[in-house]
């Protein structure tokens, strides 16, 4: 199973919106996924509709538990309304959680205890992580094969970046084994903006060698998709914003191939394979033009 953090140290640079966004693609794919909502505030437990008061067992009850077991781990798992889509929920209870496990050994190693107990569940778990560092971000960063990092293209952000960035060096610091492969996903991007175009160009200046390659765009669907209660790609998976999320699923796996093939199943290296035969077909029907038009113009000229 792959594990993907989504962490800023930013408010608002479109975290939750990625989960949703990324584990949206998965279940249209076919890739079983489990997304887990690490943030008290329970962003994306509302934004799949729930109410975290009716959830009968969430995050803080696995934080909680004295002898981790698949079974518990599972018990701790709500099923959405949606197939190959599940959520571990948050509960305003989390903010409690640094206090809870403060003097235990090893409290930032907990999820990834977790996630390997069910690890043959699922395809991918994708973490929405706090914007706090504490406890909370060091278990969803240290159980996670891929950290993005979204940053809105505006100057605030770019600042938040750096915390983020500063975090990675910290752990490592703290820990020699603790190798973060993370990417900058530059979000809510404006290319009519100059503060967008700015920040975009700053990120190129400063985080080439860890910024994707593309942006996410500005799209009024991602807040009409949130207020239904059901990722993007389930309201228009042809809109732009669902479009380029497609295209970060496909990098990230690709980057995943090369960096822990061991942990891709099939049903997630088949979205890259798949990617590769349409290039193919396209780059065919190009050809294909090519030759017919050669062929026209043998016979006009």
């Not at 991007?189 to 400063?206: E, G, I, M, Q, V």
């Not at 999320?245 to 942990?263: A, C, G, T, W």
């Amino acid at each position: 199973m792959l594990v993907w953090a989504i962490a800023s140290q930013k408010g608002g640079v479109g975290k939750t919106t990625t989960v949703a966004s990324l584990a949206g693609w998965c279940q249209k794919e076919n890739i079983k996924v489990l997304i887990i909502d690490t943030d008290p505030h329970a962003s994306l437990t509302s934004y799949l509709g729930f109410d975290y008061n009716s959830i009968e067992k969430n995050l803080y009850d696995l934080y909680t538990q004295k002898n981790l077991t698949r079974e518990n781990v599972l018990e701790c798992v709500t099923h959405t309304n949606f197939p190959n889509l599940d959520i571990i929920a948050s509960s305003m209870t989390l903010a409690t959680i640094d206090r809870k496990l403060s003097g235990q050994q090893g409290v930032g190693r907990i999820l990834s205890k977790a996630l390997a107990l069910i690890d043959d569940d699922y395809d991918v778990a994708i973490i929405d992580c706090p914007p706090i560092l504490g406890a909370l971000m060091v278990n969803a960063l240290v159980a996670s094969s891929s950290v993005l990092v979204p940053t809105q293209t505006e100057f605030l952000s770019l600042k938040g970046l750096e915390g983020m960035v500063r975090t990675f060096s910290i752990m490592k610091k703290a820990d020699a084994a603790c190798n973060i492969n993370y990417t900058i996903v530059p979000t809510m991007y404006d290319k009519r903006t100059k503060a967008s175009r700015t920040s975009l160009d700053f990120l190129k200046a400063h985080y080439k060698d860890n910024l994707w390659n593309k942006q996410i765009p500005i799209d009024t669907l991602f807040r009409e998709s949130s207020q239904r209660g059901m990722p993007i790609t389930m309201l228009d998976s042809k809109c732009r914003g669902a479009v380029a999320y497609h295209e970060l699923l496909v990098d990230v796996i690709s980057k995943e191939l090369k960096s822990n093939p061991e942990r891709v199943t099939p049903n997630v290296a088949a979205i890259v394979n798949l990617k590769d035969d349409e290039t193919v077909a396209t780059q065919k029907e190009h050809n294909d033009i090519d030759l017919v038009a050669n062929d026209m113009g043998s016979m006009l000229n």
